[in-house]
């Protein structure tokens, strides 16, 4: 992602200067980043790509879920370029790096807001969707999540029709990962291990509670981990005395791969599940030979089509977000042209119309599909 600002074509220039100067943590120097992925970068600038019309992509480009993020404006750039090959009007990017900060991602909400676009796509974290999108519903403009679970975003009354999403909720992800455990007759012990954001305690919750309605395996552990560090000996530890055959991890991508090595590194035969913010292609190469064999829950189904026009974008295979985001923005793009590429408030009705959705803007049938980690690659199962 360049360190770019460009707002040609695109109205209220002197309000986003104002805004941008306001916010002192958006510095113009970018640190170095760590092989740890856990570095507190300041935030990049808004970065736009040229169109008719806008629509904002809003996720962390910096900090621990930046990879995560960059999946989320991949899937949304393959749709707008190929919405754009037959539009009568293109539709062009602004492209906001939220760090995975409430306070930035709300602050940079206002640039949204002030540039006038049609809609956004995201953001990744809950608590900034869930705060965001009272900014953006109060100014008319429609969001769709591709990556926010917690269910609270789609309960709020005043969002009610300007908010969405594609992804399942919480509940939903936990009952399914109780699910996938409940059928593995070979293990009777689980670990159940999560950070401590929304994010993490809610699906925690949902899953304890399927699995103790299963009655298939003893949850033997149940605990938050340390976050954005290398070094989980204390909590492997903890696993391993706690007689766990099998760890279900709540999380991201980088968390669970040094969290499995330290795992490995004692029982070497113990089975891992991770969440959908673990399936990133990062969980792999952080983890390396450690990674082999573990099952993860991916949000969505990628389709041969996407795999094969992300490999040929991207030059990599498909992971993180870049399925329900592509879904995201092909919903909304569809909108926008239903409505003539004007007037918010109006494809926000239109999404609200559209059948994938209940009324609340959740998904009537939500995807997910489990990969399990065979010679360094996420193979579905």
């Known amino acids: 992602m360049t360190n770019l600002m ?107 807001i002030a540039q006038k676009a049609l809609g956004v796509i995201g953001h990744l974290n809950s608590e900034i969707s869930i705060e965001a999108a009272k900014k953006y519903a109060k100014a008319g403009i429609p969001a769709i999540s591709p990556a926010s679970t917690h269910p609270k975003l789609t309960e709020i009354s005043e969002l009610k029709g300007f908010i969405y999403r594609t992804i399942g909720t919480d509940k939903q992800l936990g009952e399914v990962a109780a699910q996938v455990v409940s059928k593995d007759t070979s293990v009777k012990k689980v670990a159940l291990l999560y ?86 292609e990062k969980f792999i190469s952080i983890a390396g030979a450690n990674a082999q064999g573990a099952y993860v829950i991916g949000s969505g189904i990628t389709s041969p089509e996407l795999a094969k026009a992300y490999k040929d974008r991207f030059g990599k295979n498909s992971s993180g977000y870049v399925s329900t985001s592509y879904k995201a923005t092909k919903i909304l793009l569809e909108a926008i042209q239903k409505n003539n590429f004007k007037n918010p408030a109006g494809i926000a009705k239109y999404l609200s119309t559209n059948p994938v959705f209940n009324a609340n803007g959740d998904l009537k049938q939500p995807e997910f599909t489990v990969y399990q980690v065979k010679d360094s690659k996420f193979v579905a199962i």
């Open 6 to 112: 460009k707002f040609s074509k695109i109205s209220n220039f002197l309000l986003v200067l104002a805004l941008l100067f306001s916010m002192t943590a958006c510095s113009n120097t970018k640190k170095n980043q760590s092989a740890e992925n856990f570095d507190n970068e300041d935030a990049l600038e808004v970065q736009t790509i040229d169109g008719d019309q806008y629509i904002a992509i809003a996720v962390p480009l910096t900090g621990p879920y930046r990879d995560l993020g960059n999946s989320i404006v991949e899937g949304a750039t393959i749709a707008v370029e190929e919405f754009n090959e037959t539009a009568k009007q293109k539709i062009g990017t602004i492209i906001i790096d939220d760090g995975g900060l409430a306070s930035e991602g709300l602050a940079r909400a206002d640039i949204v």
């Open 195 to 280: 950070n401590d954001r929304p994010y993490g305690i809610s699906v925690a919750s949902e899953f304890a509670k399927k699995l103790a309605e299963l009655k298939t395996h003893e949850l033997v552990l149940n605990q938050t981990i340390p976050v954005r560090t290398t070094n989980h000996k204390d909590t492997a530890q903890k696993v391993i005395q706690s007689g766990s055959e099998l760890v279900f991890f709540i999380g991201e991508y980088n968390d669970a791969a040094y969290l499995l090595s330290s795992l490995k590194a004692l029982n070497p035969k113990i089975k891992f599940l991770g969440s959908e913010g673990i399936f990133h």
